[in-house]
């Protein structure tokens, strides 16, 4: 098939403007626009469906514009308690959770980007060696459980406080700052800890932006910890409520069509897509301005991961 | 306070004994801060290590890891000798192996196909716009999943106007793998195709002016530069994907499966948190973990030895 296109196209004119080259510009163009449209469309779902009255949604009616445009769910899913203490807590644990990686990261990979440090490469590798095994599922949920902090936030901040990954990507920028400015830095009779603050974090803004929004990202979306550690419901971060609401309001949706209590699934449908307008919605609006970040994040993690 | 440690130890500590203690003591800052961190990885990822002789042990939450007699291979003969642990294991397999044919090669046809958009503006904001639901929860990304494939849901809509019936999605075992490979896809396709527009946009762009002087249309532009020029990248993601041939996160099994779709959904680690969370069959299904931690190392650990042999990128 290739050879095929490669015929006609260069058999039309020599530099690949020919017919075949402007036809597969326009089905191009089109399947990126499909692409676009494919991507885009659940969250615009989501939004037309959440806006919209209940009773057009029943009968299946939106699905391009809001119909009835009503804010009536939003009013009740953010006047429910459960939600806004989901949100509470997910501010709580991401603010919390990402000043700890960020501290515990950079405290990890900056001694280890100091290439005279006595003992790194043994360091390195024992920390390296986590990547490719681990305690698993059980034991670690037993030392959660041992430490007594089931239940409590530290359970939800404390186990990844450092993502390997991300520590690695940071050594790696680190040791891409000149050894001279830590030797003047050092004749100007800074210490390392002086060094590490006024020196190579400042340097670091770019590395650091990515690894916030890495962090920040990986904690708001995060519900394993909280599934695993967490029984208490008012502890419950947003995500444990969305799948309490979302996913599994699947099955109580089927007992409800066969209650035939159709008014409350109406209600039930429009409110899940608003939980999830509602609980995506902060990384939506940030997105635009910070996605250079998350790209260069991972261009410095190819580099050298 | 560290700081004022430190001007003390340049200027009035005594001088140590040796000449390595001496280094080292030079160095004590540096270690200072790792101390934290040190802790990190010794409490959240050596000690469950330490944990994982649970697996061999009968153990009881009241006589803890040291007090609990040992049992030998009891629980690894007991689930290798279980049909469903191996039908566990080739679940997992598949999960693995069809999203290495299907979801694999996406990204290098989406980065293929939006290099040749000709409008910067235009492949820009495709691009901007494909990383987005990569940033989604999984939660949300399954309940966009079970919400439209839902009986009341808008694929079953169109369905019942096109078919006359509706079809349930999320209750029938064989249609599992597609849902989850087909979400996976969504989810990932933008964000994967990152580091191949990276490989494309280090292509020298005289590379390709020599071939339009010698003729080359843009498919042979492609096929002659392009394609060649990701290639060792693509050798390198592949060879990490094989890697990760026995590990499926069980975070979006668990908000997709149930019980009637067990069969094709149910893969290890689901199976473990089944057990050991819901069931508090702690030893049992440490000793299933142990099984995927061992076999899990022993691929990843080759494809990275494997990949500092093809490339000189090795990856870590």
Known sequence: MMKLKVKNSSGLTRIGEGKGSKVFDVFNVILMFLFLLVTLYPFWYAIIISLSDGKAVMANRVSIVPIDM???????????????????????????????????????????????????????????????????????????????????????????????????????????????LHEAACLDGASEVQILVRVVLPLSKAILATMLLFYGVGHWN???????????????????????????????????????????????????????????????????????????????????? | MLIIQKSEGRAGVKPPLNKRFNRIWQYRHLYLMLIAPL?????????????????????????????????????FEEYLGEAYFWKVVRNTFLLNIYSLIFSFPMPIILALLLNEVRSSFYKKLVQSISYLPHFMSTVVVCGFVINFLANSGPVNAVLDKLLGHKVQFLMEARYFRTIYIVSGIWQNIGWNSIIYFAAISGVDGQLYEAAIMDGAGRFRQVWHITIPAIMPTVTIMLILAIGGLLNVGYEKIILLYNGSTYETADVISSYVYRKGILGADYSYSTAVGVFQSVIGMIFIWSANKFSSLVGENSLW
């Open chain 2, 39 to 75: 802790a990190y990885y010794l409490i959240f990822c050596y000690w469950p290590m330490y944990g994982l002789q649970i697996g061999f042990k009968k153990y009881g939450i009241n006589t803890g890891i040291l007090g609990s007699p040992w049992v030998g291979f009891k629980y």
């Open chain 1, 70 to 180: 009503t804010f009536a769910t939003y009013k009740v899913v953010l006047r429910d308690p459960s939600i806004v203490t989901g949100f509470r807590n997910t501010i709580i644990y991401t603010v919390v959770g990402t000043l700890i990686n960020l501290a515990a990261s950079s405290l990890c990979a900056y001694p280890l980007s100091r290439s005279q440090l006595p003992g790194r490469g043994i360091i390195m590798k024992l920390i390296v060696f986590t990547m490719f095994f681990s305690g698993g599922m059980i034991p670690t949920y037993l030392v959660v459980n041992s430490l007594g902090i089931i239940d409590s936030i530290w359970a939800i901040v404390l186990p990844g406080a450092i993502s390997t990954y991300n520590m690695i990507v940071m050594r790696t920028f680190f040791m891409g700052i000149p050894e001279s």
């Open chain 1, 222 to 305: 995060s519900y394993m910890n909280a599934l695993l550690y967490l029984n208490k419901k008012d502890l419950f971060p947003l995500q444990s409520i969305l799948r309490n609401m979302v996913v599994d309001g699947q099955l109580s949706e089927a007992q409800t069509q066969v209650g035939g209590g159709s008014s409350f699934q109406v209600v039930e449908t429009t409110m899940k897509y608003a939980v999830i307008v509602v609980s995506t919605l902060p990384i939506v609006l940030i997105y635009p301005f910070v996605q250079k970040y998350f790209v260069k994040g991972v261009m410095i993690g190819s580099v050298k991961g």
